[in-house]
């Protein structure tokens, strides 16, 4: 324990890096799944057939494929094109980078999958007779469809914001110093990697107590009304 202790700073900088990991790249998976969610909903076929494409890509190639695609392929593939067209120099992709685009691209399809059931469980006829009172797309939405979208989605989305969490631990194989990455580093220098991996179990157990607790506020304040009816 007073090991550990020691190196509580290392321990606290990975744990930062993680948690910022984590919200961006949960940024970036709203973004994708909103736009997934609305093209597997849209009625032309080739804008609908992209969407279930994405999904699909996502669901049958591993989470730490992708990963290296991004990290190793991504910026090779990018300089490759800029030295092609002359419009820019080397591309370098950081390994912050890599896991916020890798993981946000990888819980975006699965966030468009959790939209997709939320807004297609809104009641259409509310959504009608938003249009029929003159309200725009963009009206219908914020006030008729979010709110109501926002509760059948809490669910799903607490679970793939707790696996989101978990994931992040994948990039440390590419050498981002998050918790995982000094944890282990820490633990192999001081012979107690055991030890070590304890004090990371608990630190993820911690993060993920304080966004179910976070989470299930949120729950309450869109479910509010509902439960009162």
Excluded: C
């Amino acid at each position: 324990m007073d090991v550990i202790f020691e190196y509580k700073q290392i321990l606290i900088e990975g744990t930062l890096v993680t948690i910022s990991l984590a919200v961006l790249s949960l940024l970036l998976s709203i973004a994708l799944g909103l736009m997934g969610a609305y093209a597997k909903l849209s009625p032309k076929r080739g804008v609908r057939r992209a969407g279930e494409l994405y999904t699909l890509f996502v669901r049958s190639v591993p989470d730490l494929v992708l990963m290296m695609l991004i990290f190793y392929g991504g910026q090779t593939l990018m300089s490759q094109v800029g030295a092609l067209t002359g419009l820019w120099g080397y591309i370098d992709i950081n390994q912050f980078m890599a896991g916020v685009l890798t993981l946000g691209f990888i819980f975006g399809a699965y966030m468009s999958e959790t939209f997709r059931g939320a807004i297609l469980a809104v009641p259409s006829g509310q959504i009608e007779a938003a249009k029929a009172v003159g309200m725009t797309p963009s009206q219908v939405f914020r006030i008729v469809t979010w709110p109501q979208m926002v509760r059948f989605a809490l669910p799903s989305f607490t679970n793939n914001w707790l696996v989101l969490v978990k994931s992040t631990a994948l990039v440390s194989v590419i050498g981002l110093h998050d918790l995982v990455w000094n944890a282990f580093t820490a633990g192999r220098s001081t012979h107690m990697l055991f030890s070590f991996m304890i004090a990371v179990m608990v630190i993820y157990l911690i993060i993920t107590g304080l966004s179910d607790v976070i989470l299930r506020a949120v729950d309450r304040k869109y479910a509010a009304g509902v439960r009162k009816a």
